[in-house]
């Protein structure tokens, strides 16, 4: 009776996982919905103009507006406080095919939706919601992410920045580097030390508007791709803000700042499909049109060859990312912490490299998603310029656009080497067991 029951309670988990499965296979027709409109709308809206954004360094405020009007700024944000009130798989869909129209675009509404929304939501208290995220639910106002800074991209736990208290405000001094969304940006999350004694444990995370007095920004860095979203660094000089503008508990600025990026990494496995994707739309409609030795060059073994790797290795990556996003939605464990917490994440949207990594902060199935994803944009770009041959060198064709933003896509948000750390680093734990 006993084993009848535990093998009933085993069929009952198995089916509830095939019910998630299925989802992989046919996605839910709001989802559908959804795609597809963001589909058409990078379609009309993004594509017809992103050379000239990137080409320009243009931010794409028209079109971050609309994308707010359509909900796409705030997915996961309850409705009551102005979003979409959707869940995590809806927000993968949306960055895809966002970021197949415009990459740049792409990753302004991946910050503001993850980075910046992302911790108010889950840590603020229900004022400070009201406060710093309904204004930034309509793409009139965006956020950023403060925590990498010059010295110390990697061990957030050595953070110089300094948040000290004075009578009833916050007095903030340091400088945070690479943070995109900038100069663009109406409102920042900081994460500053408040007591050095307490290493990591002593990291406060703090609301900052902006512009704002003793805020202020460095130069626009000269990037290789994702050119329309600005990248600086952001300069505190005794900058004051109230004691109610921490963000979460004294001290608890690393946590927050850590679960922050926990789920950050499958919205950047999203962005790069969306540029895998392009690269095989650009590339795929050029083998059609284009012809050599009387025929179009999609009939030639060689260049049929490369299109079906491209289409491979997107589509598996998409699967490792919708399963990622369904575990996230579901609460399952997409995370395993061991031992103490180090910063050895790489530095969310800008950040040089990671040069070490101390401890494992694993992620199995997103850093999965991640590394297959961002392989798979870079791959695709590769190829979708071998395709066009002459032609995908010049920026006639949006081929080579699509190669350079591409490229950030194994940088930030932990690089290839990282994750492949990671995913052996649970795999040999779990073989342990």
């Not at 994707?277 to 060859?305: M, N, V, W």
Request: proline residues 4%.
């Amino acid at each position: 009776m006993a084993a009848l029951f535990k093998a009933r309670k085993a069929l009952g988990l198995c089916l509830s996982g095939c019910r998630g499965l299925s989802q992989l296979a046919e996605l839910p027709d709001t989802h559908q919905l959804l795609r597809q409109t963001c589909r058409d709308f990078a379609d009309r809206e993004l594509n017809p103009i992103a050379a000239k954004l990137d080409k320009e360094h243009v931010y794409p405020a028209k079109q971050i507006q609309e994308l707010g009007a359509m909900g796409v700024m705030a997915i996961e944000v309850p409705e009551e406080l102005g979003g979409a009130g959707m869940d995590y798989l809806a927000y993968c869909l949306a960055m895809e095919e966002i970021s197949r129209g415009c990459a740049s675009t792409g990753v302004v509404v991946s910050v503001n939706n993850s980075l910046y929304i992302g911790p108010v939501l889950k840590f603020g208290t229900e004022e400070q919601k009201r406060q710093w995220i309904t204004p930034f639910t309509t793409g009139e106002k965006v956020g950023c992410f403060a925590l990498s800074e010059p010295g110390n991209g990697s061990d957030a736990g050595a953070a110089s920045t300094t948040a000290r208290q004075d009578g009833d405000e916050w007095v903030l001094n340091g400088t945070k580097a690479w943070i995109t969304n900038s100069w663009d940006a109406s409102a920042t999350v900081v994460f500053a030390t408040t007591d050095k004694s307490l290493k990591h444990k002593g990291i406060s995370a703090f609301l900052v508007p902006m512009p704002h007095p003793g805020l202020s920004l460095g130069k626009k860095e000269d990037k290789l791709g994702i050119k329309a979203s600005s990248t600086a660094n952001i300069i505190l000089e005794d900058c004051r803000v109230p004691l109610g503008n921490m963000l979460g508990p004294r001290g608890a600025g690393f946590k927050i700042a850590m679960q922050t990026l926990d789920s950050g990494r499958i919205g950047i496995a999203a962005q790069a499909l969306g540029i895998a994707q392009a690269s095989l739309d650009c590339a795929a409609d050029y083998a059609h049109k284009r012809t050599a030795f009387g025929s179009p060059i999609g009939k030639l073994q060689a260049i049929q060859f490369k299109l079906a790797d491209m289409a491979v290795a997107i589509e598996s990556a998409r699967l490792l990312t919708w399963k990622a996003s369904l575990l996230r939605d579901a609460k399952k464990p997409f995370t395993k912490v061991q031992s103490p917490p180090i910063f050895n994440e790489f530095d969310f949207f800008f950040s040089p490299s990671v040069t070490f990594i101390n401890v494992m902060f694993c992620v199995q199935e997103a850093a999965m998603a991640k590394l297959a994803a961002s392989e798979a944009a870079t791959f695709c770009s590769h190829q979708a310029i071998q395709v066009l041959g002459g032609m995908g060198y010049v920026a006639d064709m949006p081929a080579e656009r699509h190669y350079r933003d591409a490229r950030i896509t194994e940088i930030y948000e932990g690089t290839s080497e990282i994750q492949r750390l990671v995913i052996a680093g649970q795999l040999l734990k779990e073989y342990q067991s």
